[in-house]
């Protein structure tokens, strides 16, 4: 290989880069969002019930603050 095929190489492969650089960023954001998503379907079926506090609890918040 000599130099100019190298540099040529080189070229042709930023060139490329450039040329597919907005497909793939679209596609990347496109997969991580599908990803978030998801794992936010999953914690939220995971939790699907409200925590609540006892009664107890409750009545010594009231009486704390008096």
């Excluded at 497909?23 to 409200?50: H, I």
């Amino acid at each position: 290989m000599t130099l100019d095929d190298g540099a040529s190489l080189v070229l042709a492969s930023v060139a490329a880069a450039r040329a597919y650089a907005p497909d793939l960023r679209a596609g990347l954001r496109r997969l991580l969002g599908a990803g978030v998503r998801l794992g936010a379907e999953s914690l939220m079926s995971q939790c699907s019930t409200p925590v609540a506090r006892p009664d107890a609890a409750r009545r010594d918040d009231t009486r704390s603050g008096q």
